[in-house]
């Protein structure tokens, strides 16, 4: 039986950005407002997470050339495409099939909820922070904006491009935490109580990778099974020099 699934998928999320980091500290001072002037496209990487992406990056090209990342999907958001500019640059470029941005791959988009904090919500909107609470995550969508089972519909059409176009390729995509998360709903075949568990057990860490590996052996035409779950790679001792690029990576082969 031909075998649909790519050989190993690893899904990364982004090194700390500098929107984390605004983040963080709105929350520590119970303000209302997240402080930062970009567009939640546009925010970068801060100086931990590049540091957190050159560890990542080594990791990958520790493994053995065979076993690499061959293919490279990842958000549009600078955050992303920076990280997986970083990871590239210790692989064969030559080697890779294809890296493309996916718009499909984005963050989840917050609608008028954008940039507020909880407690912002909770201030400026009681009855839809009201209604999330009583919805849950999964289900909620505030004004403008998408709720889990939103991304998991456009993440479902990803999983159907990857089956089409990479069958027995090694995929690495580069995106955000509840991109993650809704891929490890869609691949482990979760339910909503499942997932918002795992969430609940804390962040996904900044570049961490959650990976799958094809077994043949499972089921009647062989599954993907869990190998990692929020592996992060330790910091290198005095970093790699290492550009962070700037444009989006292009195709490097038809």
């Known amino acids: ?23 963080d ?15 939640d496209v546009d925010v970068p990487l801060s100086e931990l997470g590049v540091r957190q992406s050159q560890a990542l990056s080594g990791w990958f090209a520790a493994l053995p050339p065979e076993s690499q990342p061959n293919v490279v999907l990842h958000s549009p958001y600078v955050r992303a495409a920076e990280t997986a ?28 909820l954008d940039r507020l904090t909880v407690r912002g919500i909770a201030e400026k909107y009681p009855e839809l922070h009201e209604q999330r609470h009583h919805v849950g995550k999964f289900y909620f969508r505030p004004p403008g ?15 159907d491009t990857i089956t089409r176009e990479y069958p027995r390729e090694r995929v690495l995509i580069v995106a955000h935490q509840v991109i993650v998360n809704c891929f490890r709903y869609l691949i482990e075949r979760m339910d909503e109580a499942t997932i918002l568990e795992q969430d609940r057990a804390g962040d996904v860490p900044n570049c961490s990778v959650t990976s799958y590996a094809f077994d043949p052996t499972l089921g009647k035409r ?31 082969k038809a």
């Open 1 to 23: 039986m031909e075998q649909k699934w790519p050989q190993e998928i690893w899904l990364v999320r982004h090194g700390q950005s500098a929107g984390n980091v605004a983040r």
């Open 25 to 39: 500290a709105a929350e520590a001072a119970s303000g209302l407002l997240i402080d930062i002037a970009e567009r």
């Open 85 to 112: 500019n970083i990871l590239m640059q210790r692989l064969n470029r030559d080697e890779l099939l294809a890296v493309h941005a996916d718009e499909r791959l984005r963050e989840k988009e917050f609608g008028i």
């Open 145 to 159: 904006g998408e709720s889990w089972c939103d991304v998991i519909l456009r993440l479902r059409s990803v999983l």
């Open 222 to 252: 062989g599954k993907l099974t869990v190998r990692l779950v929020n592996f992060v790679a330790p910091l290198e001792a005095t970093g790699t020099p290492v550009t962070v690029a700037k444009d989006q990576p292009t195709a490097a």
